[in-house]
């Protein structure tokens, strides 16, 4: 006589134990790579568009406006502390329904302008759709976080036929990203309980950050204008970008790409800066 599967006891978190046959934990763990499998196949997609218009940017416009990509798919320790946090159905199709950031890229660009334009570029293309757009740029979070945060679906084809996979996008400046990952460090050392005076400093930082990128994109310009009397090029700032495929984590706790509830789409936005005004667009399309 056949020995039964063994069994694997567990205990929720209403302390409800539960059984589970190894044989059942191996079929969910199939089924949880092949969930998966397709965000990172969506996440691909959009890599290889940002690698284009990057290629396309260093060989025929002097100047690239992409300093940096890292990308991610979330792990699932931290997609099963989402689906509790948010109290989303543990079925698949809930979760693919409502989280929407399981996939996701940040480019971190040269300047502001240069965020406003990658996401037109990327979002004018036919076969990517807009879901959502929160531009935290226009519209700073209380604390001084800013960044353009967008959900995208893009098309994959896989045998079975073709699927549309949600990836979240962040664009920001460099000086952005620095900001937001002292934050994240600042946040972790003191487990989110940060005293008022650092969070005040860090505010402080973040304006003296937004101050930099108004003085850069000035300088920027100035030097555009100018020409290249010297004789070379722009600098081909960001040609050594290349998509890290491993790159830095976006996950919920690092930098609020989970944590982002995006609204609906913004219209225009734009970023001010009195001496050299930088005006950003957020085109969309109809659905």
Request: glycine share 6%; hydrophobic share 40%.
């Amino acid at each position: 006589m056949a020995n039964p599967a063994p069994l694997v006891h567990a205990t929720t978190s209403d302390d409800a134990e539960i059984t589970v046959s190894a044989a059942e934990l191996r079929e969910l763990r199939d089924e949880l790579q092949r969930f998966l499998m397709e965000y990172r196949f969506g996440l691909q997609e959009i890599e290889t568009k940002i690698g284009i218009l990057r290629d396309e940017f260093l060989l025929t416009h002097d100047y690239n406006p992409i300093e940096h990509v890292s990308s991610r798919v979330k792990s699932p320790d931290s997609l099963v502390e989402k689906v509790q946090r948010k109290g989303v159905d543990g079925d698949f199709a809930a979760i693919r329904k409502n989280i929407t950031d399981i996939a996701g890229v940040r480019i971190t660009c040269s300047f502001v302008a240069d965020v406003y334009r990658l996401f037109n570029l990327l979002t004018a293309q036919d076969d990517v759709r807009l879901i959502t757009v929160k531009d935290y740029i226009a519209e700073p979070k209380t604390n001084g976080y800013k960044s353009l945060h967008a959900i995208i679906e893009v098309p994959v084809f896989l045998s079975t036929g073709r699927i549309e996979v949600p990836v979240e996008v962040q664009f920001r400046t460099i000086a952005m990203d620095f900001w937001a990952s002292l934050e994240h460090k600042i946040y972790y050392k003191y487990d989110t309980r940060v005293p008022d005076g650092l969070l005040a400093s860090l505010k402080d930082a973040a304006d003296t950050a937004a101050e930099l990128d108004q003085r850069m994109e000035r300088l920027h310009t100035e030097i555009r204008r100018g020409g290249n009397r010297g004789g070379g090029v722009d600098a081909g700032v960001g040609e050594n970008a290349e998509i890290d495929e491993g790159g830095a984590p976006v996950e919920a706790g690092d930098d609020r790409i989970a944590d982002t509830a995006p609204s609906a789409e913004s219209a225009p936005v734009s970023s001010t800066d009195a001496a050299a005004p930088v005006t950003g667009t957020v085109r969309t399309r109809a659905i």
